[in-house]
């Protein structure tokens, strides 16, 4: 059951698509004491949600804050990163969802300054708030994305694998790295264009030297069965002559200062101008952009810096320049020195940036701040209706930011991790909460984004991101390459990669599922078995789909793990030379897994498909069943 409680939101986020009836005088779970939402918390009681956030699965003992941030470090002390996911599932004596919408900042102190308290608090009283019940866990996610509407399908080739990096600066970059996977015979199905694709970083631009000539390019890498995905960055380059500006500057489509003057910040492209993606003329505007880029053949994109992340704002770079002139020729002492030196590093994403830009809607001006965690949200949405429009297929679309709502438009991964053996883990505790949001089609950057890889590292990240609907390799301009075919030997990747299209008929129909029954595809063990008290405790296991439960390996020269069965499984075990199965019982297990074997656990058969180089090879019918 749902119920709303009306706190007089000031603007609809539209994450919502079911209007319900506001609940006059029903008691909310909550106390309400001063501005904050209030609950005591047992000692048995978990939560869980709060989407892409870092830390464990169960996420009591720690304060979020909703508000989307370009965050490089995603380390143990991080209250916020890309997204804004503001549900939470309380499993104690008493069980229920909440969802806070709100497009403003909110903190969810969990457990944080009193160990067995939850508050809640947004940072402006506006809000509707709903309230979740059901006779299960499952349940209670299930009643709430029926809310929210159901989540974005990818075309099946968005299951193959693709690889990425921020730095192949030209099509022949390209063409090596497709020969590379080809020669080796790793299946492949996309490969990544980077801001590197771009004319000076201009949206919807192409690079005369670089890719001289996309369509053909596009068209002859498809004949490869890769198709090629470029990145659309957020923010729009201020430059005259430049069409995309010129357009949005006379329409007024870009965000304006307190004095309706566009509001100019630094990002890639240097000095340039927002998009107002919550106008919806504005928005349909961008999307329209995309033309550009199908006309080339293209059909998916990622949507980047969509926070929408600033380097420096006009206003802010003059100040600090101005700041920092009068200190020439001045002897400065170590804190005028480090103030110097935190002036600029303070110009990034400044919150007084966010407060001096509006957004123009029909329903009145906002400022950005208050409607902050919609920006991601709305730019993935207008990308999304443009290029159902343009085309008849659905894209390929993920985004950095988000909000519950836009679920229904793309993906989501989970920005700029690192080649950490912890962010294995953390991506797996990603995971629930982002599907209990509605969003399915998620990874993380295989090998981590920031950071050097190793070959150890690489292969034990796949073995897990073979279960990742969104499997793809990426990494940061100036770091080691990772690409399967990187670190020398390609057999163990051949075999890794291969086993995902293997898989593809799994994971492509309990994804389907998924969505039709406003479902997780991915599950802690919990979810499944509640009345287990071993498996509530487990933060490293996932259930996959209706049968399969994964247990990976995240720690270096870790060979064999400690994996927990709710119940009598068969293990499968896919290495060089083939499949192995044995039945296990209920309880635990100290499982060997050499690197290069993909064990996992299955309550019934899998289907498996015949081995193919891409996802247009597979034959989805022609399966096995195995376990
Ligand atoms: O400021 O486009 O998260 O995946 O490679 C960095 C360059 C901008 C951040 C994205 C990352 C991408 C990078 N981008």
């Not at 006779?135 to 693709?162: C, M, N, T």
């Not at 009068?326 to 170590?334: C, I, P, Q, V, Y």
């Not at 008290?533 to 996959?544: C, K, N, P, S, Y």
């Amino acid at each position: 059951m749902i119920k709303r409680y009306d706190f007089s939101p000031f603007i609809h986020t539209g994450a919502v698509v079911k209007e319900l009836p506001a609940t006059e005088g029903t008691p909310l779970p909550f106390a309400l004491f001063e501005q904050s939402f209030t609950l005591k918390m047992d000692k048995e009681t978990r939560v869980f949600g709060l989407g892409e956030t870092v830390r464990g699965i169960n996420k009591r003992g720690w304060i979020y804050e909703s508000f989307c941030t370009d965050e490089p470090f995603h380390t143990e002390d991080k209250r916020s990163v890309y997204g804004a996911h503001n549900f939470i599932l309380v499993d104690g004596k008493e069980r229920f969802g909440a969802f806070f919408d709100l497009p403003g900042r909110i903190t969810f102190d969990l457990g944080y300054t009193d160990s067995d308290k939850i508050v809640i608090t947004p940072e402006r009283f506006a809000l509707d708030l709903y309230i979740i019940t059901g006779d299960s866990l499952k349940e209670i996610v299930g009643e709430f994305r029926s809310l929210i509407g159901k989540s974005y399908i990818p075309p099946l080739w968005a299951f193959g694998f693709g690889q990425s990096r921020w730095g192949y600066a030209c099509q022949n970059d390209i063409e090596s790295c497709a020969d590379s996977y080809q020669q080796a015979g790793i299946p492949i199905d996309m490969i990544y264009l980077d801001i590197d694709y771009m004319d000076s970083f201009k949206d919807f631009s192409v690079h005369p030297e670089r890719f001289p000539d996309l369509k053909g390019f596009a068209l002859k890498m498809k004949d490869r069965g890769i198709r090629l995905i470029p990145i659309i960055d957020a923010a729009v380059k201020k430059e005259k002559g430049y069409a995309v500006y010129d357009e949005g500057l006379e329409k007024g489509y870009f965000c304006k200062d307190e004095n309706g003057n566009d509001y100019v910040v630094g990002v890639w492209p240097g000095k340039s101008v927002l998009p107002d993606f919550l106008n919806s003329e504005a928005s349909r505007w961008f999307g329209m952009q995309y033309k550009a880029l199908t006309d080339l053949g293209i059909e998916g994109f990622w949507n980047d810096m969509n926070e929408p992340a600033l380097f420096y704002s006009e206003k802010g770079l003059d100040h600090a320049i101005h700041s920092v002139q009068e200190m020439d020729g001045s002897r400065l002492d170590a804190l005028s020195f480090f103030g110097a030196r935190d002036t600029f590093a303070r110009l990034q994403n400044a919150p007084d940036d966010y407060k001096s830009f509006y957004h123009n809607t029909p329903e009145g001006r906002f400022r950005h701040y208050d409607v902050h965690n919609l920006y991601g949200c709305k730019m993935t949405q207008s990308a999304y209706e443009a290029l159902c429009e343009l085309r008849d297929e659905p894209p390929l679309l993920f985004s950095r930011a988000s909000y519950i709502g836009a679920h229904r438009y793309g993906g989501v991964w989970t920005g700029d991790n690192h080649a950490w053996w912890s962010h294995i883990l953390q991506s797996l505790q990603q995971m629930p909460g982002l599907n209990m949001c509605g969003f399915l089609y998620s990874g993380s950057d295989i090998g981590g984004f920031n950071g050097n890889c190793t070959r150890d590292l690489l292969i034990r990240w796949m073995s897990f991101a073979v279960f990742t609907p969104l499997m793809r390799d990426h990494s940061a301009f100036g770091t080691r390459s990772q690409e399967a075919f990187a670190f020398g030997d390609t057999e163990v990747f051949r075999h890794i990669i291969g086993l995902r299209y293997r898989l593809i008929p799994y994971l492509y129909s309990e994804f389907l599922k998924a969505v039709e029954n406003d479902a997780m595809f991915f599950r802690p063990l919990v979810f499944d078995y509640e009345d287990d008290e071993t498996a509530a405790r487990i933060e490293d296991q996932l259930m996959v789909g209706e049968s399969v439960m994964i247990a990976p390996i995240y720690r270096q020269n870790a060979d064999a793990r400690n994996v927990y069965l709710p119940e009598k499984m068969t293990q499968i075990r896919m290495h060089g030379g083939g499949i192995s199965t044995v039945e296990l019982c209920k309880g635990w297990h100290y499982v060997s897994v050499p690197l290069g074997d993909v064990v996992f656990f299955a309550k019934s058969p899998i289907p498996l498909a015949k081995p193919a180089r891409n996802t247009s090879e597979l034959d989805m019918e022609d399966v096995e069943y195995i376990g």
